[in-house]
């Protein structure tokens, strides 16, 4: 997702679908990497003021890895025009899950992206089934 506060309004939020590798690991050893599709993501709610871009982001896909399991969080995201971003929702326990957020460029012009917030521990009883304690809720947020 991003804003374009520099036009005048109506100000414009632009946004690309996209997922990241997901790697199956042994001993810490990568052994296998696989992509979650990105067809299961929703992006609703978007509006922008002056100073604060909104959006609501819903990703249900099938894991990778696992033919039971799935890929699926729901989350509210708010960033400022002063470089604030916030965010809160829900997600499935595994895979793990890990948000990004760029204000920034470097001097080549290159996006910087900063982690928001990711979820460490996984519990991969959750892979063979929905189970409530699988859903998991949490709110990050990061100032640039």
Not at 31 to 48: C, F, H, R, Y
Request: glycine residues 10%; charged residues 15%.
């Amino acid at each position: 997702m991003g804003a374009n506060w520099n036009n005048p309004a109506p100000y414009q939020i632009y946004w690309e679908k996209s997922t990241g590798i997901t790697r199956k690991m042994v001993g810490g050893v990568v052994v296998e990497t696989k992509q979650a599709s990105p067809n299961g993501i929703e992006v609703l709610d978007t509006w922008m003021t002056t100073g604060v871009a909104h959006f609501d982001i819903r990703h249900d896909v099938g894991d990778p890895f696992c033919i039971t399991g799935s890929v699926k969080y729901r989350e509210t995201v708010q960033f400022w025009k002063t470089g604030a971003v916030a965010v809160n929702g829900r997600h499935n326990n595994v895979p793990n899950h890990e948000s990004y957020a760029s204000y920034n460029y470097d001097s080549l012009g290159n996006q910087t992206f900063t982690k928001v917030w990711n979820f460490g521990t996984p519990d991969f009883k959750c892979l063979v089934g929905w189970f409530a304690w699988c859903d998991k809720s949490y709110t990050a947020s990061k100032n640039f």
